[in-house]
């Protein structure tokens, strides 16, 4: 009898893990949203490295990882924000920007969009709003409001 249930639960086991292996994505554990975060920050290292084309197709292929993720759990902050910041990184202020306010609408206190989008503030002329990005910051004792302080004061320069 133990030799059967012993077997029994091998045999559970085995499925349950073959199961979970093949699951969701063709047998890849990442969501698309963890995926997009290790291609941005690969294109940060290119950036620092001055590999400004490799940054920007590494960028590319988070933000259409982005889109995908966006599309099945929509609404989360720390994905618009990613989206916000990769449209920046493209070059679409524009839609960078939607991205970021469709952040702030659901966390407005979120660290990463108010810094980020501060900084695309900056990139735009619009020297005012970014300001107000700041306030919200401060106090938060965080490495983004020194940052962004950084880049309005003009001590520091926004890559784009």
Not at 31 to 41: L, N, R, W
């Given at each position: 009898m133990k030799k059967i249930i012993l077997s029994?639960?091998?045999?559970?086991i085995f499925i349950t893990n073959s199961l979970a292996a093949g699951s969701s994505n063709g047998g890849d554990t990442k969501?698309?949203?963890?995926?997009?975060?290790?291609?941005?920050?690969?294109?940060?290292k290119n950036e620092?490295?001055?590999?400004?084309d490799k940054a920007l197709s590494n960028y590319e292929k988070a933000f259409k990882l982005l889109v995908k993720s966006n599309?099945?759990?929509?609404?989360?902050?720390?994905?618009?924000?990613?989206?916000?910041?990769?449209?920046r990184k493209l070059g679409d202020?524009?839609?960078g920007e939607k991205y970021?306010?469709?952040g702030l609408a659901i966390e407005p206190d979120h660290v990463g969009i108010n810094?980020?989008?501060?900084?695309?503030?900056?990139?735009?002329?619009?020297?005012?709003?970014?300001?107000?990005r700041l306030e919200v910051?401060?106090?938060c004792g965080c490495k983004e409001y020194e940052e962004l302080k950084s880049i309005i004061a003009g001590e520091k320069v926004s890559k784009y």
């Open positions: 029994l639960l091998v045999t559970f969501s698309k949203y963890d995926q997009a975060v290790k291609f941005i920050k690969v294109a940060k620092e490295k001055g590999k400004k599309k099945e759990k929509p609404n989360k902050a720390d994905t618009l924000n990613y989206l916000g910041f990769t449209s202020f524009e839609n970021y306010l469709q810094e980020y989008l501060g900084e695309l503030y900056v990139a735009t002329n619009r020297h005012n709003l970014a300001v107000e910051l401060k106090g």
